[in-house]
């Protein structure tokens, strides 16, 4: 087993360094140097493309997915393997996407056969972008609450309804959301729908962020026709796929704690800005030793991450744990900005300069307050671990 191992290993790392681009072994600078792929792909680089076609042929997009869904069939240690190996050229992640991230793993567990042909290898290969219609403007924390309603019209639901927050439903193809079609039962009268955006009835309209940037939308379905094949899963049991699907969504947004490959920012902002004392050390002592604590607890986290991905894969993890890496991984992101900007001062601040990418530190700071909200607020976070895991009385 070791010996195949190594041997994977040296396929692989003989493999990335033929095929990875130098441009994709680059950290990621700005949100348009991810690939989200979709229909349009008209905004990638040559480069991004090459990258993203040249992994998906691969199935090395979801290496760990079985072959016959456009995956690597890789297994949980050459899934590792892999990562490493990426990780020691700095190659960039070729392809993010809620669909492999989110719908792909509830896909693989509640979808007939039909839809996971259908839908997997369009996923894996980045041909379709999908988004999430959860949230609700009265249905936020309190998911379960949820108003938009598919009343059954034979061979078809015609769905009616807002969400609310949804990301990038302005660029999405398809959307999966959860539909209310049972009023008298509300944890057991949600199903779990699959539809076009270019449906008709369905449109969206961009909410505005304090941070300049409009990730987030309103979107409306008005008499939307969704195919009766589209339903994943049993009829008004929705909520146990999304409550699978929300692990997976948690599990990706920890992994913002554990920022990008390449240079820390952190320290190399902190270094040209505040400078080095005679021995070499950052010269603001306070600052330094800030950073410092901050980077024992990312190294910590990193390590946990890495232990939490492999008893996720063995089916060993929790079913809470997901919420405690959601946590603490959104707390870290959000303390790395907070530095970033103690170590800027006044000028990172700044807004639309070249000298600061127009803001981009700044930005993306007012950004992170958002992640203590997406994905499930903090609160309820809390909450979920004093309950399941901490098993404290009257939690």
Same mark, same amino acid.
């Given at each position: 087993m070791s010996d195949d191992l190594e041997q994977f290993r040296a396929e692989t790392r003989a493999w990335l360094e033929a095929n990875c681009p130098p441009e994709m072994r680059e950290p990621v600078r700005t949100e348009k140097d991810a690939v989200w792929g979709g229909r349009d792909q008209s905004a990638m680089s040559p480069a991004q493309k090459q990258?993203?076609?040249?992994?998906?042929? *691969?199935?090395?997009? #979801?290496?760990?997915? =079985?072959?016959?869904?456009?995956? +690597?069939?890789?297994?949980?240690? &050459? $899934?590792?393997?892999?990562?490493?190996?990426?990780?020691?050229?700095?190659?960039?992640?070729?392809?993010?996407?809620?669909?492999?991230?989110?719908?792909?793993?509830?896909?693989?567990?509640?979808?007939?056969e039909a839809q996971k042909k259908e839908h997997l290898p369009k996923i894996a290969r980045g041909e379709i972008r999908w988004c999430q219609g959860y949230s609700e403007p009265n249905a936020g924390s309190d998911l379960a609450s949820l108003a938009t309603k598919a009343e059954d019209k034979g061979d078809h639901f015609l769905v009616n309804g807002q969400k609310i927050w949804t990301s990038y439903a302005d660029k999405a193809d398809w959307?999966?959301?959860?539909?209310?079609?049972?009023?008298?039962?509300?944890?057991?009268?949600?199903?779990?729908?699959?539809?076009?955006? *270019?449906?008709?009835? #369905?449109?969206?309209? =961009?909410?505005?962020?304090i941070s +300049?940037?409009?990730?987030?939308? &309103? $979107?409306?379905?008005?008499?939307?026709?969704?195919?009766?094949?589209?339903?994943?899963?049993?009829?008004?049991?929705?909520?146990?796929?999304?409550?699978?699907?929300?692990?997976?969504?948690?599990?990706?947004?920890?992994?913002?704690?554990?920022?990008?490959?390449?240079?820390?920012?952190?320290?190399?902002?902190?270094?040209?800005?505040?400078?080095?004392d005679a021995e070499g050390r950052l010269a603001d002592p306070?600052?330094?030793?800030?950073?410092?604590?901050?980077?024992?607890?990312?190294?910590?986290?990193?390590?946990?991450?890495?232990?939490?991905?492999?008893?996720?894969?063995?089916?060993?993890?929790?079913?809470?744990?997901?919420?405690m890496m959601k946590y603490y991984g959104t707390e870290l992101n959000k303390s790395r900005y907070e530095l970033m900007m103690a170590a800027g001062g006044s000028d990172e601040l700044e807004w639309e300069s070249e000298a600061t990418n127009g803001g981009r530190e700044a930005r993306a700071w007012l950004r992170t307050k958002a992640n203590s909200i997406e994905g499930g607020t903090s609160e309820v976070q809390l909450n979920i671990i004093a309950k399941r895991i901490l098993n404290l009385p009257g939690a």
């Open positions: 990258w993203m076609d040249r992994m998906g042929e *691969r199935g090395w997009t #979801v290496p760990d997915w =079985p072959k016959e869904y456009g995956g +690597g069939g890789l297994s949980a240690a &050459e $899934t590792k393997v892999l990562r490493e190996e990426m990780a020691a050229i700095r190659a960039r992640n070729p392809l993010s996407s809620f669909g492999i991230s989110m719908l792909g793993p509830a896909l693989l567990k509640y979808g007939n959307i999966f959301c959860l539909v209310r079609t049972d009023p008298t039962n509300k944890h057991n009268g949600i199903s779990f729908v699959l539809f076009d955006m *270019r449906t008709p009835g #369905v449109s969206t309209k =961009p909410i505005l962020l +300049g940037y409009s990730p987030f939308c &309103e $979107t409306f379905f008005d008499n939307v026709k969704v195919p009766k094949e589209n339903l994943v899963g049993e009829l008004n049991k929705g909520w146990d796929v999304a409550k699978y699907l929300l692990g997976h969504e948690r599990e990706m947004i920890s992994g913002m704690g554990l920022g990008g490959g390449g240079k820390n920012p952190l320290i190399e902002g902190a270094k040209a800005t505040i400078g080095l306070v600052l330094r030793a800030q950073i410092a604590l901050f980077e024992v607890r990312a190294k910590a986290f990193a390590a946990q991450s890495e232990r939490f991905i492999d008893e996720l894969k063995a089916g060993k993890a929790h079913p809470a744990q997901p919420s």
